[in-house]
Each structure stands twice: as structure tokens, then as C-alpha cells.
């Protein structure tokens, strides 16, 4: 693990930084059990989000200075508008984040004699995640899958992080346009498996399974949409070697690559 050097920031936004004269003076994380979020579907493909239970409320309070009270309201009416710019990654150092979005509104309020050069505010950061996500992606891809397999995908090292971690799939079809057919993955140490039923994919055609999000998608933009989705969106066992099975019922000449990416995990920053 690196260095937990400070790096406070949200999204894009910088939270310790002398150009936004913003700075974070305290924080603190709880862990939310029974929280309920609403399954929602989106216009690109994806299918409605699995329930979670568990998630995260982070306080956290600082100042905004400023040159004159004009100044300050500049440097205020930015630090609203990144905070309250949806869901975004909470980055408190450098090798830990939380995707969470603002709970209500920002408060903030003048110091007292400072002739509003000097501003309090404090928030509420809720995340629908049980986990905090580790900034380092792993990525290891298993090219020439050919003929009916199954296919074993034995990645190179045991997972980081002490919390599961839920992977990204992208499978590529390297051979001959196929329609209506069956794409099989299974974890073997858990035996979850997720089958695509009904899939179209033309040559060099890519699917992405994303199974945190509980989406999928064509890897660039396109709408993917098999006829079913059965199984589980599974995860990857922290301190194990992931071995993944991968199969087909495209024949003896399909040929297929298969990319596994994800990011350790972690139940508190």
C-alpha cells in the first residue's frame, strides 16, 4: 500500500488547494447498515442496480478564505457547485477514495470578525457502497480462448485490499460474427456464475460486464442487451488467487479474449 500522503479533493475538485482556498480541517466516517437506495435503469444498456446494504456517511468540515468577502463567495459558490455535482470520488489520500455524492445541502457560515474573508462549511457525504476503493487498477487479459473450452483464468496474484472486490469483465469476440448465443463466467472459489443469454457480438466486438454497477455495455457507447442475464453479479475474495471460468456454446470456432480488471477494496479509509 502507498504512502497515505493527504490528498483531499471531490471528483476533480481540489479540497486542500491555495487556488480554490479551500481546506478540510476535520472529517469522519460512519458505516451506514440497512441503508436502502432505489434500483434505477439507465439509458445505455444497463440493468437495475442489486440491493445494498450497507454504505457510508463521511462528515466532513473545513474554510474557505479569500482575499475580500467577494473573493470568498467566488471560492464558495465553486466548492457548492463541485460538491453538489452528483456522485463522485471522495479522495481523503492518496490511495483510498469513495464514490458518495452530497446528503442535503452544504452549510457554511462567516467567522466571526474576519470581515467575511473567512467562511466555515461542513457537509454530509453518503455513499450507497460498503467499501472504500483502492486507487491502483489491476488489469490481466487471457487472449486465444479458442475452440468450446471451458476456458480456466487463473490471474497472477491474490487480490489486495481486505474487503471483496468486485471486477470488470471485458470479453472480446476474436473470430466470426456470431447471434444468439450463450456466454458462461464462473468463479470458481465461490461457484457464482453469471450467464448472457441471447448475445450478438460481430468480430472484434466487446462486451463489458461491470459487476459492481451492474451494468453492460458494448465497452465504448452502444446499447448491449442480451436476451437474459442469469446468475449473480459476483465477486473476487480478498487474499485469494481469482480463478474464473469462462465458456461458450459458439462451437469449436469461437476464439475469444477476456479481460479482468478491478480495485482492492477496503472497509474503512
Request: charged fraction near 15%; aromatic fraction near 12%; glycine fraction near 8%.
Given at each position: 500500500m502507498a504512502a497515505r500522503t493527504e490528498q483531499r479533493r471531490f471528483g476533480?475538485?481540489?479540497?486542500?488547494?491555495?487556488?480554490?482556498?479551500?481546506?478540510?480541517?476535520?472529517?469522519?466516517?460512519?458505516?451506514?447498515?440497512?441503508?436502502?437506495?432505489?434500483d434505477r435503469l439507465k439509458g445505455d444498456g444497463s440493468i437495475p442496480l442489486r440491493d445494498i446494504?450497507?454504505?457510508?456517511?463521511?462528515?466532513?468540515?473545513?474554510?474557505?478564505?479569500?482575499?475580500?468577502?467577494?473573493?470568498?463567495?467566488?471560492?464558495?459558490?465553486n466548492l457548492i457547485a463541485a460538491l453538489a455535482n452528483g456522485e463522485d470520488w471522495l479522495s481523503l489520500y492518496d490511495d483510498r477514495r469513495l464514490r458518495c455524492r452530497l446528503d442535503g445541502n452544504l452549510k457554511y457560515a462567516m467567522v466571526p470578525g474576519s470581515g467575511g474573508m473567512v467562511y466555515t462549511w461542513s457537509a454530509k457525504m453518503?455513499?450507497?457502497?460498503?467499501?472504500?476503493e483502492g486507487t491502483s487498477v489491476t488489469s490481466e487479459t487471457f487472449a486465444g480462448l479458442t475452440g468450446i473450452g471451458p476456458h480456466i483464468l487463473t490471474l497472477a496474484a491474490s487480490v489486495g485490499g481486505v474487503a471483496p472486490t468486485f471486477p470488470t469483465l471485458l470479453v472480446t469476440n476474436s473470430g466470426t460474427a456470431f447471434s444468439n448465443k450463450v456466454l458462461t463466467f464462473t468463479n470458481t472459489s465461490t461457484v457464482?456464475?453469471?450467464?448472457?443469454?441471447?448475445?450478438?457480438?460481430?468480430?472484434?466486438?466487446?462486451?463489458s460486464i461491470d459487476m459492481r454497477e451492474g451494468h453492460l455495455g458494448d465497452g465504448v457507447s452502444t446499447s448491449l442487451t442480451p436476451v437474459a442475464i442469469d446468475g449473480q453479479?459476483?465477486?473476487?475474495?480478498?487474499?485469494?488467487v481469482p480463478v474464473l471460468e469462462f465458456a461458450?456454446?459458439?462451437?469449436?470456432?469461437?476464439?475469444?479474449?477476456?479481460?479482468?480488471?478491478?480495485?482492492?477494496?477496503?472497509?474503512?479509509?
Open positions: 476533480t475538485f481540489d479540497l486542500t488547494n491555495a487556488t480554490n482556498k479551500v481546506s478540510v480541517e476535520r472529517w469522519s466516517n460512519q458505516v451506514l447498515h440497512k441503508a436502502t437506495f432505489k446494504l450497507r454504505g457510508h456517511q463521511v462528515d466532513i468540515a473545513g474554510k474557505v478564505t479569500g482575499v475580500d468577502s467577494e473573493d470568498v463567495s467566488t471560492r464558495l459558490d453518503r455513499s450507497r457502497w460498503p467499501f472504500w457464482e456464475q453469471m450467464q448472457l443469454v441471447g448475445m450478438d457480438m460481430s468480430n472484434n466486438h466487446q462486451a453479479w459476483f465477486a473476487l475474495s480478498a487474499g485469494a461458450h456454446n459458439v462451437g469449436s470456432g469461437g476464439s475469444f479474449a477476456v479481460q479482468v480488471s478491478y480495485t482492492p477494496q477496503f472497509w474503512t479509509p
